[in-house]
């Protein structure tokens, strides 16, 4: 019998229609932005960081920078821009009106103040009152406002994390997310120090600290404002290992639902952070480069995954692959692969896999009369080989013992 599967997602208290978020940024900067999503199909958003008035806002022009690959297509993207330069009252009055307009949809306040725990309370207070279901703490932004003893700058420290996290609970009550930086050393006292301040939910990560290029033209950083530049936040796919790996760090050490952010641009992304740990994903630079259209395609394909594998929900994922993630040294070394030329004829003799063996790897294949040879007695399996064929020719099959 045929599963049909529902995408509803419970996120802590909430019961989301899916598990796709819109992150704070960009895409959430305006009322009219985030009823536009909300109409093509986001479960829910995150406003762009709400700061007190008296915080200075001023963006620089420009403030983006991209990597693409040698087709143009874009895997990178480093930003400098800041927070909301809209006022406190204007989110205040909007996120009522976003409420009454959108009343099924999950509407989450991001919030961020000097390392004033009245400031926070104040904010958070005022934002909570407003109808924000929830809040997100944002003390993991890592260009502009860590020079103003924000942002990352109470991130990287786990007491800041505590106590703020703990003034904030203190003072609303509805569910507060704490969004956390992946510049540290290590996540995981940060997560605890966060759970231990009273957070309902974790959020990771933020942007990762960057410079994205230098134009080796006129020497100077990218992106350039009037010949200078800064250290910037990385977003886009390249970011996603990164994002893995905090959300299952994470998920293994505190119990509290954690939503993953890095990287996602498809259903397969959101399954990825679902399988590591995640209950929901928010998402940002993706919506900046195609629209908030592509939820749709994301949904869509979502339901037909969980249908092929008779799934009956997102929530049948969770944490699935926690149990495989293991210490180095517990991995199995007795078992070894080997390249195979599973299609033959996708092999175009190009060379790629022989250059790449013996230039960094173990000179174990070789091109004799136009075809592939593979020298077993020299090959050390790291598959090296499979990742550098264009025409995907190469698999790594089991090694008979």
């Given amino acids: 019998m045929s599963v049909i599967p529902s995408l509803e997602t419970p996120l802590g208290p909430f019961m989301l229609k899916n598990p796709f978020l819109l992150s704070s940024g960009p895409p959430t900067a305006s009322s009219e932005q985030i009823g536009r999503a909300f109409r093509s199909g986001w479960a829910g958003a995150v406003i762009k960081t709400i700061r007190p008035d008296g915080m200075v806002i001023e963006d620089l022009s420009p403030r983006f920078a991209a990597l693409k690959d040698r087709n143009g297509a874009m895997y990178g993207f480093e930003n400098i821009e800041l927070l909301s330069k809209r006022s406190v009252s204007y989110w205040t009055t909007e996120i009522a009106e976003i409420k009454r307009n959108f009343p ?199 339901r037909e995954y969980l249908a092929r594998k008779e799934m009956s929900s997102p929530g049948s994922l969770r944490g699935l692959a926690l149990g495989k993630l293991k210490a180095h040294q517990e991995l199995d070394r007795t078992r070894r692969v080997q390249p195979s030329l599973v299609s033959p004829s996708a092999c175009t003799s190009c060379g790629r896999c022989v250059v790449a063996c013996r230039d960094g790897g173990y000179h174990a294949l070789s091109l004799h009369r136009g075809r592939l040879v593979i020298d077993a007695s020299r090959c050390d399996g790291c598959s090296l080989c499979a990742h550098v064929c264009p025409e995907g020719a190469i698999t790594m099959e089991q090694k008979a013992l």
């Avoid at 005022?126 to 997100?136: F, I, T």
């Avoid at 924000?150 to 969004?179: E, F, T, W, Y």
């Avoid at 992106?223 to 800064?230: D, E, I, N, Q, R």
């Avoid at 952070?273 to 900046?288: E, F, K, N, R």
């Fill in 104 to 302: 099924e949809h999950l509407l989450v306040g991001s919030i961020m103040a000097a390392p004033d725990p009245d400031e926070w309370r104040d904010l958070a207070g005022e934002v909570a009152s407003a109808g924000a279901d929830a809040l997100e703490m944002n003390v993991s932004c890592p260009h502009g406002m860590p020079e103003q003893g924000a942002g990352a700058a109470i991130g990287q420290n786990p007491q800041m994390v505590r106590d703020l996290a703990r003034a904030v609970c203190g003072s609303v009550d509805i569910p507060v997310i704490v969004k956390l930086t992946p510049n540290v050393t290590d996540i995981v006292p940060v997560a605890k120090a966060a759970q231990a301040g009273g957070a309902d939910m974790i959020s990771a990560i933020n942007t990762i600290q960057c410079l994205s290029g230098i134009d080796i033209d006129s020497f100077e950083p990218l992106p350039t404002v009037a010949g200078y530049s800064t250290y910037g936040g990385y977003s886009g796919p390249a970011t996603k290992p990164v994002g893995l790996r905090i959300v299952s760090q994470i998920a293994s050490s505190v119990d509290l639902p954690v939503i993953g952010i890095g990287g996602v641009a498809g259903f397969e992304d959101a399954v990825e952070y679902i399988l590591a740990g995640a209950s929901a994903v928010q998402v940002c630079t993706a919506v900046m480069w195609h629209g908030a259209g592509i939820v749709r395609e994301m949904e869509s394909g979502l």
